[in-house]
T-cell receptor, first 116, second 111 residues
Framework: DADVTQTPRNRITKTGKRIMLECSQT?????MYWYRQDPGLGLRLIYY???????NKGEISDGYSVSRQAQAKFSLSLESAIPNQTALYFC?????FGTGSTDTQYFGPGTRLTVL | KQEVTQIPAALSVPEGENLVLNCSFT??????LQWFRQDPGKGLTSLLL?????REQTSGRLNASLDKSSGRSTLYIAASQPGDSATYLC??????????FGQGTRLTINP
């Protein structure tokens, strides 16, 4: 089973709708991240969380909100979706302080979101 | 603001060739540099991580180098195989584990 899972994998929605993307991990990592990827661009950081009580804005947080329900769960919400939020969204985790760990981030498979 | 650029955007080579992917970054004060592989529908997989104090890292047929002073990294793939076809992303980290990614190089290895 995958260590980092994302649901849904694909979603088509309409402008103005509220939508939530969910991320779960079984790696036991404290740190979790949400990125978006647009064609021809690299991944850009939306929000990140270093633990359940620590949530921080990334490079492009406007129009998004997050919730860290537990160590293993980190959800991303679009309160009122707009077409330019059409993108591929990735969740990632890391554990830089664990035994034998590195700074590597572990990514989920992505959620392809289309806003019409 | 840190900017990461990858050249070329796409590359197609015959199987068996050795190849080099390039990554450049504007701010040399980085914590580390990482190379990822992205396969459609499977997210990103970390290939190599080079700490700022290191010059290179090797894993199998892959070798990544880092020259902080010039703001450059290369990913060398030896004896390329069709299974190496993917998009390769370079990312630099500067504090707080925030990664700044390049646009990626889409690599196709032709049998």
């Amino acid at each position: 089973d995958a260590d980092v899972t994302q649901t849904p994998r694909n979603r088509i929605t309409k402008t103005g709708k509220r939508i939530m993307l969910e991320c779960s991990q079984t790696k036991g990592h404290d740190r979790m991240y949400w990125y978006r990827q647009d064609p021809g661009l690299g991944l850009r950081l939306i929000y990140y969380s270093f633990d359940v009580k620590d949530i921080n804005k990334g490079e492009i947080s406007d129009g998004y909100s997050v919730s860290r329900q537990a160590q293993a769960k980190f959800s991303l919400s679009l309160e009122s979706a707009i077409p330019n939020q059409t993108a591929l969204y990735f969740c990632a985790t890391s554990d830089p302080f664990g035994t034998g760990s590195t700074d590597t981030q572990y990514f989920g498979p992505g959620t392809r979101l289309t806003v019409l | 603001k840190q900017e990461v650029t990858q050249i070329p955007a796409a590359l197609s080579v015959p199987e068996g060739e050795n190849l080099v992917l390039n990554c450049s970054f504007t701010d040399s004060a980085i914590y580390n540099l990482q190379w990822f592989r992205q396969d459609p529908g499977k997210g990103l997989t970390s290939l190599l991580l080079i700490q700022s104090s290191q010059r290179e890292q090797t894993s199998g047929r892959l070798n990544a180098s880092l020259d902080k002073s010039s703001g450059r990294s290369t990913l060398y793939i030896a004896a390329s195989q069709p299974g190496d076809s993917a998009t390769y992303l370079c990312a630099v980290q500067k504090g707080a584990q925030k990664l700044v990614f390049g646009q990626g190089t889409r690599l196709t290895i032709n049998p």
